[in-house]
């Protein structure tokens, strides 16, 4: 009789844990992207010649993203990156990339053109752009809350944040809770494992 009820209890266990564990586990594979910010408008020209604003990403996702081309430290590792969100997500019409030139003096649509070109941006939802510059560093600093600016000690004579914003189709800046509940706000454009949580939150926007 003991064998038997071994068994059944065996039995139960098995059924119990089939039904029940792949449920635990999807609730834990869930991200609740919470909402950091609102992107203000913007009206700037692309490598292409063409103006570019809000209404261009509208119901979009998109990542923003500011450098400059002649950057010799971060941006080709930011960009590089960049690059392999872009080929992710190559051809979905619902997804682009802006990216800000905080050097728009030097940053030309043509030159912004050849620097796309060089580093594989082929998506026609990724725009380069530039524009008037404090313009744009009131942009970056005041209205996306990530750092540009001229400073002639640094490498470059620029400097900017390293991040990446994330923004939903309704134009607010989303992201991730960190492992004790904050938000990250933004994900490192140089760290693998950032570059891989931006791409899922990406797939659960574009669900949204």
């Not at 449920?23 to 609102?38: A, C, D, H, W």
């Not at 050097?103 to 380069?128: M, S, V």
């Not at 404090?134 to 209205?143: D, R």
């Not at 809770?177 to 939150?201: Q, R």
């Amino acid at each position: 009789m003991k064998k038997y009820s071994y068994i059944g209890v065996a039995f139960i266990i098995l059924i119990f844990g089939i039904y029940t564990v792949p449920k635990v586990v999807n609730r834990f594979k869930t991200t609740t992207l919470i909402t950091i910010g609102k992107v203000p408008p913007f009206e700037f020209t692309n490598q292409n010649g063409i103006l570019i604003s809000n209404s261009f990403y509208k119901n979009k996702v998109y990542v923003i993203e500011f450098f400059f081309t002649t950057c010799p430290t971060i941006c080709p590792i930011m960009n590089k990156n960049m690059a392999t969100i872009q080929n992710e997500f190559y051809g979905n019409l619902d997804f682009g990339i802006a990216s800000f030139s905080i050097n728009p003096e030097y940053d030309t649509p043509q030159i912004l053109k050849e620097y796309a070109k060089k580093n594989g941006a082929t998506w026609a939802n990724w725009n380069f752009l530039t524009g008037d510059k404090e313009t744009i560093y009131a942009f970056a600093n005041k209205g996306i809350a990530l750092y540009a600016g001229e400073n002639s000690a640094a490498e470059g004579g620029f400097e900017h944040s390293g991040m990446f914003a994330l923004v939903d189709k309704n134009g607010h800046i989303r992201s991730r809770l960190d492992e004790f509940g904050n938000p990250i706000a933004f994900y490192d454009g140089l760290d693998t494992k950032n570059i891989l949580m931006l791409k899922e939150d990406i797939k659960t926007l574009l669900k949204e």
